[in-house]
């Protein structure tokens, strides 16, 4: 008879110990994470990690159950036997802060469950057919008019550069939205769609996407894991960035780095908006290296070809309606910088409103803190018409998608009043406000880390 062995427990203390030796870089030492209370040893894991390894990377050491069920599919469930290494002893008592939390996110889990069996996480198709090809009339209409027009109007360049301009913002968000599997069961269908939308529509790659975006919903304004509030040397966002950027100046800084510390930093409001035109340009470049230098994300051939592919593809055929379709050197120019800064101030616009500004984390109080507290008070939420909801691609319900992101965004403002109601009863802090008044909130961020920033290089030079 096969003699069956009970699995190994591992105290709170023997994990501490483990975790600490990979803080101190140990090359022998062992990856391991938390998962409902079971340890997965992810070391061998972690390359081959099909979500890409750095959005791993940000839970090694720590209790990664929620994010874990917030990103996965079954197929991933049935992986996690084979990384199993024991069970880890439950917590002691925790402080009431902790309790607190704890408990909030018991009952977000709870309604989580509720809203499964209700059907919310279910997308109305005709929703997202209407949005697709509601969008895809917005790229018609462009081309269309600047191929009718665009060699004998300049007036024709501008609109239909302006029209491109938001078709590429839209197709962010419907990117987006499959991006997360928010439409179809079948995980497939939701990639092929972000490849027509996202590379050969937009230009922006699945797998750059993905790994920037899924890394920035598991660790939101964690200093040093979220990519997207690491922004220097261009923007500096919180005080914790400044420290670091400033601390980590040599003591014979280059001309260059002293003159960014001196001269740019201390004065990012005032040229955040002439930045923001350039964000669409920078990010579809990145893709396009990310692309051709580091491949698909899951190391699938298949999906490599496909996305350098539909990339060569966008910039082909942007690049012929710019030439062919204009008659002039400076019309070319014209068409080129509307349609790019049009995506880059409404896309920017939109994601410094969803988190810059709200609470930065650091990485030693987030693994203190519940997953899904730390996605609500990060979050800022934006209450707008329909025609606003449209222009921000439902990522104005900031929170409720940062709390399910696979919920389609058409059900978002339904479960929003009952995300608010259990923030309340645990008084969990829970942002909502205007358009406007966001805006401001944004650009008063950037003036203290200015202040900062300018104190900072009176301190080092
Ligand atoms: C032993 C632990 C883990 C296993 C076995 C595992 C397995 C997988 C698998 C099989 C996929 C591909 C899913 C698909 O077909 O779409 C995946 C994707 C992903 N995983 Fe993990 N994973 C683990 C841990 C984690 C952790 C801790 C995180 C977050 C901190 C994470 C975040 C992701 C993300 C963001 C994706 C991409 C989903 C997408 O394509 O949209 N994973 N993982």
């Known amino acids: 008879m096969m003699e069956s062995r009970e699995p190994q427990t591992f105290t709170r203390k023997e994990f501490e110990k483990m975790n ?27 390359e081959d990690h099909p979500g890409g390894q750095d959005v791993l990377l940000t839970h090694v050491g720590k209790d990664a159950s929620d994010v874990f069920h917030a990103m996965h599919p079954d197929s991933a ?31 977000i889990r709870d309604l989580r469950d509720k809203l499964k069996k209700e059907g919310y996480f279910h997308s109305s198709k005709l929703f997202y057919a209407y949005k697709v090809l509601s969008t ?13 027009y665009g060699r004998t109007s300049t007036l024709a360049v501008v609109v239909s550069a302006f029209i491109i301009g938001i078709f590429w913002q839209q197709c962010g968000w419907l990117a987006h939205d499959f991006g997360h599997h928010q439409c179809f069961d079948d995980r497939k269908w939701n990639d092929v769609l972000v490849i027509f939308l996202g590379n050969f529509c937009q230009g922006f790659s699945l797998s750059w996407w993905k790994n920037k975006h899924n890394t920035h919903h598991a660790s939101t ?10 922004t220097a040397p261009i923007l500096l966002w919180d005080e914790y960035a400044s420290a670091a950027y400033y601390g980590a100046l040599d003591d014979e800084p280059t001309m260059v780095s002293r003159f960014i510390a001196e001269n740019v930093l201390p004065y990012q409001t005032r040229y955040y908006f002439f930045v923001l035109a350039f964000a669409r340009f920078s990010w579809a470049l990145q893709s396009f290296m990310y692309s051709f230098n580091q491949g ?22 942007f690049g012929y309606a710019t030439i062919a379709w204009n008659s002039s050197i400076y019309n070319m120019i014209l068409f080129f910088m509307i349609s ?68 389609p965004r058409h059900n978002l403002p339904k479960v929003k009043p009952m995300v608010k109601a259990l923030c309340k009863k645990y008084d969990i802090y829970y942002h909502d406000t205007g358009f406007i008044k966001g805006s401001l909130e944004v650009l008063q961020t950037l003036d203290v880390a200015s202040k900062l920033s300018l104190q900072l290089s009176k301190k080092a030079f």
């Open 221 to 230: 304004n964690v200093h040093g894991q979220d990519p997207d509030i690491d």
């Open 136 to 148: 895809l009339a917005l790229c018609a209409t462009g081309l269309g008019l600047l191929y009718a």
């Open 77 to 107: 469930y049935e992986m996690l036997g084979n990384y199993y290494a024991g069970d880890l002893e439950p917590e002691l008592a925790k402080d009431d802060n902790v309790a607190n939390s704890a408990k909030f996110a018991a009952e």
């Open 296 to 317: 698909a994300i899951n190391k699938s051939a298949a999906l490599n070809m496909y996305e350098r592919i539909s990339l060569v593809l966008h910039w082909s055929i």
């Open 20 to 46: 600490q030796m990979v803080k101190d870089g140990d090359k022998e030492a062992k990856k391991f994470i938390v998962i409902d209370n079971k340890l997965y040893d992810v070391t061998d894991f972690v």
């Open 340 to 407: 790019q800064a049009t995506t880059g101030y409404t896309l920017a616009l939109v994601f410094a409103l969803n988190h810059n500004g709200m609470p930065v984390i650091s990485e030693e109080k987030a693994e203190k803190m519940e997953f899904f507290e730390i996605q609500v008070v990060t979050g800022r939420d934006v209450t707008l018409s329909p025609l606003g909801d449209w222009f921000m691609g439902g990522l104005n319900y900031q929170i409720e998608h940062h709390v399910f992101p696979n919920m």
